[in-house]
């Protein structure tokens, strides 16, 4: 009898896999614990597809952990009479649990594609809104002057303290000085690795008003983690209003000529 | 049950006899203790060797981790302890030596604890034993494979001693971090011995593939066809093919960081950087090209730390279930399906980097694919356990968890190579709790459970099953606790590697969770106190084994307990295969592959004598 407690036990804690497994995400929106905000146009796609993966995955969890936890409830040695079944497997079954996973994960990542297209591979035809560059342990930003053109004298500098337009597409072109980084903002849902000698285009259409972090995602040297910048989402209106007191807070404290030479990797 | 000892085997030589751990050698001298306790060419004492040495290595490695994780719990708080040890600003950590810590964590526990700990411990001990050698094909070879391991312990652990302290660029030692000296503290000499570190572990482990794979090949006993192999030999032999076909690519890559480093070159490093203020290198490189190469091998790496426990695990559940493996040919195809695919699935890792979006998603396809072979395993090991007799030793505990973990690691997974949703989680708390459910929740349980189940093999004596019960419970339940949480860490976006991330108005709230976990690590670190003694006791005073104390029926469990130099008394000849339990009309609950076929005849035969 006390045998077959310990085996009821042990099956126990198996179950206790499933159990407080699904516990831990149910509980874990409301401790704020999840997804932070989005407010990106295309974060409510990946957001999704998070989700339709978490159910997917949740139920095969459920069903083999609680088939785990059932064998080694029914099956314990000390309950059963004569020997185990002795088979060595079933073609059948093979089959059905090849070709079912299979069919399955070839449509998962069909699915994820257009997803991914658009946040990776259908890029604007527009001229940059932003540089970005990174370096050791800030974010570098270049705006266009009042001439929209990159690489002009009249390029506004600015550090770490990004402002982008809402309710239109932005593009970045994102750059490295010295090591790897990664430009992630999450609350947008977008994360691309900064690499230094490659000018990557980064886009996105922000639909909220708000101020979010900027977060270094890819290891940069002893101060990562304080390599922390803000972004600015707000109307067309107030974005220009603000790149305007921008342009004349630089001409103000330093002449045209100066703020070329401000050290940028072209 | 015990086989006939009448017949000894021409391979045992019975003046030099050799058991470890408790033998002594009847001639004496120094020159014979040190050919055969510490240059020993008996594959079981360099078994043991790189045994004992990879478990120092992962206490070292479990402290490491620890002190991360007391950063990331309390960040800038003085660390209690091994504060003392580093000796900074009171104990208080600084950035960079945090960083050097994770990067030394992951670096001690993949090279220097889980890839030696299968392939060179496991792989050593069990390949001759459990295909009927007795010994490997090249003796030599084997023991310089563990000797070759020694120069990367000095060069691992002289790093931490040398200024700038240990190599800081993460375990996959991204360049341009890792080739520019002047991009962080860790990155002189450090760095640099990190890369000989990791050229030293390159050389020991193409050494033991070579080996493994001409023993397997050729050195089965007689009847021992590749169909009646156990698990366990199909797993490591398809992770040595895997080691000796990727391992060139990661020592090239590793020559020309060096290069880069030391010669100044610029395979790594493009034109025009300037790192610290200073402009550095001749350029021309792409440090993309690194994580190309270094994923090529690091991506079939990670089923290097995988497939043996697999094996092992397959091995350990058939016994306590009293059944036969369940599809025994699926779960060898399906290895090799791992195997294959592993080669096509690195672009996986670099999502993010840069690399053509294009190529992402072929890369995602491929993935999503290995994902299938890993669930066949899965199904099969399910099928195993149904309609079995299930023992609960420690052992079999820690193999139904390896299979209850495996199963969150490897659906976890499928988040990441989705590559829209990888996006938001690449390089969070999610892809750590990802790593760890396969790497600690699923191989170090895997390794665990073969511990307990070759302990008496290793050492004639089995190891104390009521402390083995109160390690698994409590290493379970603080694994999840510290682990799974990661998860729900992850979905918010928590970035790893940072040291402090609680400045982020973003993740300023997860303190307290953070703080829980580090609490569930310090359990689970603290738990192999248990295990430790345990082990060292049993080694001495655990209750003697015998041949066969599980009822078994591979060939190991025909040897002698530990098996004498030579392994086998008699040679064992094959009849069938590895997993005959519950055989129906035969006598007893289980044939040995050395039973003839008629086994009713050869009970007969058994009596007469």
């Given at each position: 009898m006390g045998k077959r407690l310990a085996g009821m036990f042990w099956a126990l804690v198996f179950l206790a896999v499933p159990v407080l497994g699904v516990a831990t995400f149910a509980v874990a929106p409301s401790i704020n614990v999840w997804l932070p905000k989005d407010?990106?146009?295309?974060?409510?796609?990946?957001?999704?597809?998070?989700?339709f993966i978490l159910v997917l995955t949740g139920v095969v969890f459920v069903a083999t952990e609680v088939l785990l936890f059932w064998f080694i409830w029914k099956y314990d040695a000390v309950k059963q009479q004569g020997p185990a079944t002795y088979i060595q497997g079933s073609h059948t079954l093979e089959v059905v649990w090849t070709i079912i996973p299979a069919a399955t994960l070839l449509f998962l990542a069909i699915y994820q594609m257009n997803a991914w297209a658009d946040v990776k591979m259908r890029r604007p035809a527009m001229a940059p809104t932003v540089e970005v560059v990174a370096r050791q342990f800030e974010w570098r930003l270049r705006y266009p002057g009042r001439d929209g053109t990159l690489g002009t004298a009249d390029d506004l500098f600015l550090v770490n303290d990004l402002h982008l337009p809402i309710d239109e597409d932005v593009l970045i072109q994102l750059k490295s000085m010295d090591v790897l980084h990664s430009f992630f903002l999450p609350h947008v849902r977008i994360k691309q690795d900064a690499v230094p000698g490659m000018k990557i285009p980064v886009w996105f259409k922000a639909r909220e008003e708000g101020a979010f972090d900027i977060v270094c995602a890819e290891l940069c040297g002893w101060g990562h983690y304080k390599m922390k910048g803000r972004v600015t989402y707000e109307s067309r209106a107030k974005f220009d209003a603000w790149l305007e007191r921008k342009y004349a807070e630089q001409e103000a404290t330093q002449p045209q000529s100066e703020a070329a030479d401000v050290a940028l990797v072209r | 049950m015990t086989p006939p000892t009448t017949t000894a085997s021409p391979a045992v030589d019975h003046g030099h006899v050799t058991v470890p751990a408790h033998g002594h050698a009847p001639h004496g001298g120094l020159s014979h203790f040190l050919s055969t306790y510490v240059f020993s060419k008996d594959h079981k004492v360099i078994g043991l060797q790189f045994l004992f040495s990879t478990l120092l290595w992962f206490l070292i490695g479990g402290l490491l981790a620890l002190a991360v994780r007391w950063q990331v719990a309390w960040p800038w708080s003085p660390v209690p302890v091994l504060g003392k040890l580093f000796a900074q600003e009171?104990?208080?950590?600084?950035?960079?030596?945090?960083?050097?810590?994770?990067?030394?964590h992951a670096t001690v526990m993949i090279f220097l604890v889980i890839i030696p700990i299968l392939a060179g411990a496991f792989g050593n001990f069990l390949i001759p034993l459990m295909i009927g050698a007795d010994d490997m094909a090249f003796p030599t070879l084997n023991m310089l494979s563990y000797w070759f391991m020694w120069p990367a312990f000095i060069a691992f652990g002289a790093s931490f001693f040398v200024e700038g302290g240990a190599a800081a660029g993460g375990w996959t030692s991204y360049p341009p971090l890792s080739t520019n000296v002047a991009s962080s503290p860790?990155?002189?000499?450090?760095?640099?011995?990190w890369l000989l570190g990791l050229t030293f572990v390159g050389v020991s482990s193409m050494l033991g593939s070579v080996n493994y794979m001409t023993t397997i090949i050729l050195m089965r006993a007689p009847g021992m066809t590749m169909f009646r192999l156990p698990m366990t030999i199909w797993a490591m032999f398809i992770t040595a093919v895997l080691q000796a076909f990727a391992l060139p690519v990661l020592t090239a890559a590793g020559f020309m960081q060096l290069a880069d480093r030391v010669f100044n070159t610029g395979f790594f490093s493009p034109e025009g950087l300037v790192v610290n203020n200073l402009t550095s290198g001749p350029g021309g490189g792409q440090p993309l090209l690194w994580q190309h190469l270094f994923w090529f091998y690091s991506h079939p790496a990670v089923y290097i730390m995988i497939l043996p426990a697999m094996g092992m695990v397959s091995d350990i559940l058939?016994?306590?279930a009293r059944k036969p493996l369940f599809g025994y040919r699926p779960m060898v195809y399906s290895i090799a399906g791992i195997a294959g695919l592993g080669f096509i699935v690195w672009g996986h890792h670099m999502f993010m980097s840069g690399m053509n979006p294009a190529l992402g998603i072929t890369f995602m396809v491929s993935t999503m694919m290995i994902a299938l072979?890993?669930?066949?395993?899965?199904?099969?090991?399910?099928?195993t356990l149904w309609g079995g007799r299930i023992q609960f030793t420690t052992s079999m505990l820690f193999a139904m968890s390896f299979v209850s973990m495996f199963i969150i690691g490897g659906l976890s997974g499928i988040f990441m190579a989705a590559t829209p949703v990888d996006i938001f989680i690449h390089d969070t708390y999610f892809i750590v709790a990802h790593f760890h459910y396969v790497l600690f929740a699923g191989t170090a349980m895997g390794v665990w459970a073969a511990i307990y189940f070759w302990f008496p093999k290793m050492f004639g004596r089995t190891m104390n099953e009521f402390w083995g019960k109160v390690h698994f419970f409590l290493t379970f339940i603080f694994l999840n606790?510290?682990?799974f949480t990661m998860h729900i860490l992850g979905a918010v976006g928590f970035p790893r590697r940072l040291a402090d991330a609680y400045h982020y108005e973003t993740f300023h709230h997860l303190q307290p969770m953070n703080a829980f976990m580090t609490w569930c690590a310090i359990g689970m670190v603290a738990t192999q106190i248990i295990f430790a003694i345990n082990f060292v006791w049993s080694m001495f005073r655990g209750p003697v084994a015998g041949r066969n104390p599980w009822n078994a029926n591979?060939?190991?469990?025909?040897?002698?307990s530990p098996p004498g130099h030579g392994n086998f008394d008699y040679q064992p000849i094959?009849?069938?295969g590895p997993y005959e339990y519950s055989v129906p009309g035969a006598d007893k609950d289980h044939l040995m592959q050395t039973d003839p076929p008629n086994a009713a005849a050869a009970a007969a035969a058994a009596a007469a004598h």
């Open positions: 407010v990106s146009e295309h974060g409510r796609q990946i957001d999704s597809l998070f989700y | 009171g104990g208080q950590m600084a950035p960079e030596f945090y960083t050097m810590l994770f990067t030394m860790g990155s002189g000499w450090g760095q640099t011995l058939t016994c306590f072979p890993s669930a066949v395993k899965t199904f099969n090991w399910l099928g606790g510290t682990f591979g060939l190991e469990w025909t040897a002698p094959v009849y069938r």
